[in-house]
């Protein structure tokens, strides 16, 4: 399919976002992070989850928000939706308007009850293989129509091929390691984003790059940079995430 020369311009400008992520992030957790943060951005007002299962068992490694992290847990809950749909047999999954449960209608309720409307959800590819689903939620009904579809495919594509890269350069131990990890960071990178909006009235991409800058400028990780936000205001260090229970299918 021949692209436009606007998307390949916004493609362009994916790949180098891309890179410039997987660059200058510490972990491949922080870069799965970005990645969510960044495909969010796609289009107003969506929520991304990315789905991998290092060891058997989905989970979220990173996500935009906690709708995103909610709506994603249903469907491990009921072992299908969109997002199992997509990693497990490498194709895209629309769907137009969660309020028909036309497909999954035990999903799309609880979907709908957390007031997302429409989702799509697209392979993520490493070395040629589904390694995860790039999961995408908007409040708004039939908000993936053929441009922004195309758009989203454009940028997972990309994104495939960024996290290949990553996973190669982190060993099969540091990258399950790396991911159990990311379930507590997603936990604390949000509270501590939610603090952040709170206090300086911004939304959660500028909250997002405050949070980044910091990390850089002072050269801490990002989590424990969203550690020390959350321990200043509570007086306690962040919770942990549930373990990360191996080896369940």
Same mark, same amino acid.
């Given at each position: 399919?021949?692209?436009?020369?606007?998307? $390949?311009? %916004?493609?362009?400008?994916?790949?180098?976002?891309?890179?410039?992520?997987?660059?200058?992030?510490?972990?491949?957790?922080?870069?799965?992070?970005?990645? %969510?943060?960044?495909?969010?951005?796609? %289009?107003?007002?969506?929520?991304?989850?990315?789905?991998? *299962?290092?060891?058997?068992?989905?989970?979220?490694?990173?996500?935009?928000? *906690?709708? %995103?992290?909610?709506?994603?847990?249903?469907?491990?809950?009921?072992?299908?939706?969109?997002?199992?749909?997509?990693?497990? +047999?490498?194709?895209?999954?629309?769907?137009? +308007?969660?309020?028909?449960?036309?497909?999954?209608?035990?999903?799309?309720?609880?979907?709908?009850?957390?007031?997302?409307?429409?989702?799509?959800?697209?392979?993520?590819?490493?070395?040629?293989?589904?390694?995860?689903?790039?999961?995408?939620?908007?409040?708004?009904?039939?908000?993936?129509?053929?441009?922004?579809?195309?758009?989203?495919?454009?940028?997972?594509?990309?994104?495939?091929?960024?996290?290949?890269?990553?996973?190669?350069?982190?060993?099969?131990?540091?990258?399950?390691? $790396?991911?159990?990890?990311?379930?507590?960071?997603?936990?604390?990178? +949000? $509270?501590?984003?939610?603090?952040?909006?709170?206090?300086? $009235?911004?939304?959660?991409?500028?909250?997002?790059?405050?949070?980044?800058?910091?990390?850089?400028?002072?050269?801490?990780?990002l989590r424990d940079i969203a550690g020390a936000v959350v321990t200043s205001v509570t007086g306690e260090p962040p919770q942990p995430a549930p373990p990360f229970e191996e080896g369940r299918a």
């Amino acid at each position: 399919m021949t692209r436009t020369h606007g998307e $390949q311009v %916004a493609d362009t400008e994916n790949l180098r976002e891309l890179h410039g992520a997987l660059l200058s992030t510490q972990s491949v957790e922080q870069f799965l992070h970005e990645m %969510a943060v960044m495909a969010a951005r796609l %289009a107003g007002g969506l929520s991304c989850g990315m789905t991998m *299962q290092p060891s058997g068992r989905p989970v979220t490694v990173a996500c935009s928000d *906690q709708v %995103a992290a909610r709506v994603d847990e249903v469907q491990y809950e009921l072992d299908d939706g969109p997002c199992l749909h997509a990693m497990r +047999d490498g194709s895209v999954v629309r769907i137009e +308007d969660t309020t028909e449960k036309a497909r999954w209608p035990e999903f799309e309720a609880e979907a709908a009850s957390h007031g997302i409307r429409s989702c799509l959800a697209l392979p993520l590819n490493a070395d040629g293989k589904p390694v995860g689903a790039l999961n995408l939620y908007s409040r708004q009904a039939s908000a993936f129509g053929t441009a922004e579809a195309r758009r989203a495919e454009n940028f997972a594509e990309n994104a495939s091929g960024a996290l290949s890269l990553a996973m190669r350069l982190a060993s099969h131990a540091a990258l399950i390691e $790396q991911l159990r990890s990311s379930l507590t960071s997603r936990t604390v990178i +949000d $509270q501590a984003l939610g603090i952040i909006m709170a206090r300086e $009235q911004c939304n959660q991409a500028r909250a997002f790059a405050i949070l980044r800058s910091a990390s850089q400028n002072s050269n801490v990780k990002l989590r424990d940079i969203a550690g020390a936000v959350v321990t200043s205001v509570t007086g306690e260090p962040p919770q942990p995430a549930p373990p990360f229970e191996e080896g369940r299918a």
